[in-house]
Antibody
Framework: EVQLVQSGAEVKKPGESLKISCKGS????????IGWVRQMPGKGLEWMGI????????RYSPSFQGQVTISADKSISTAYLQWSSLKASDTAMYYC????????????WGKGTTVTVSS | EIVMTQSPATLSVSPGERATLSCRAS??????LAWYQQKPGQAPRLLIY???TRATGIPARFSGSGSGTEFTLTISSLQSEDFAVYYC?????????FGQGTKLEIK
């Protein structure tokens, strides 16, 4: 069974750093892009960026460029999303998704990681 | 960045009836369009890709059509489990973008 398992909920203070993870299983992790999607409370979906674990080719949406870092460790089939200095406005649910066809749509999704940033 | 606009924002339909959801792109995205369903507390679920191809396991009552800038998701006979929020997403140009969503509610 193809699965993406995301790390657990996080509660952080403004200014702290954070790295959340997304572990793929049941398929060739290096053959599909992994995308990250943000959903702020009560709001819609936003693409943040995508990474191809095979060669770590990474793209960021303009709104998220410089705000987060996407990476992957293909040896453990895991993608990451990290922040160096969190803000209250980073409070959201973050989903990872497997993206076939040269990085396109998400055909398999993780259950999401809730990130709460509050002083 | 391509802007995706969905209409209506909320659609009220009775079970067993047909629902038609629209998605418009600010410029052509060819057929590089996907539809997702999201229920409260759940991750999005892929319904349609390539504008009209149903994803694995998606019932035949879901169908997608359109190309260029105008797209439609049709649910032919609404079941209770279909009431949810639906999003379209273009993947023709990076950065990929979603529409703002259509909430399908029980009339």
């Amino acid at each position: 069974e193809v699965q993406l398992v995301q790390s657990g909920a996080e509660v952080k203070k403004p200014g702290e750093s954070l790295k959340i993870s997304c572990k793929g299983s049941g398929y060739s992790f290096t053959s599909y892009w992994i995308g990250w999607v943000r959903q702020m409370p009560g709001k819609g979906l936003e693409w943040m960026g995508i990474i191809y674990p095979g060669d770590s080719d990474t793209r960021y949406s303009p709104s998220f460029q410089g705000q987060v870092t996407i990476s992957a460790d293909k040896s453990i089939s895991t993608a990451y999303l990290q922040w160096s200095s969190l803000k209250a406005s980073d409070t959201a649910m973050y989903y990872c998704a497997r993206c076939p066809d040269s990085g396109s749509y998400g055909d398999v999704w993780g259950k999401g990681t809730t990130v709460t940033v509050s002083s | 960045e391509i802007v995706m606009t969905q209409s209506p924002a909320t659609l009220s339909v009775s079970p067993g009836e047909r629902a038609t959801l629209s998605c418009r792109a600010s410029q052509s995205v060819s057929s590089n369009l996907a539809w997702y369903q999201q229920k409260p507390g759940q991750a999005p679920r892929l319904l349609i890709y390539g504008a009209s191809t149903r994803a694995t396991g998606i019932p035949a009552r879901f169908s997608g059509s359109g190309s260029g800038t105008e797209f439609t998701l049709t649910i032919s006979s609404l079941q209770s489990e279909d009431f949810a929020v639906y999003y379209c997403q273009q993947y023709n140009n990076w950065a990929y973008t979603f529409g703002q969503g259509t909430k399908l509610e029980i009339k």
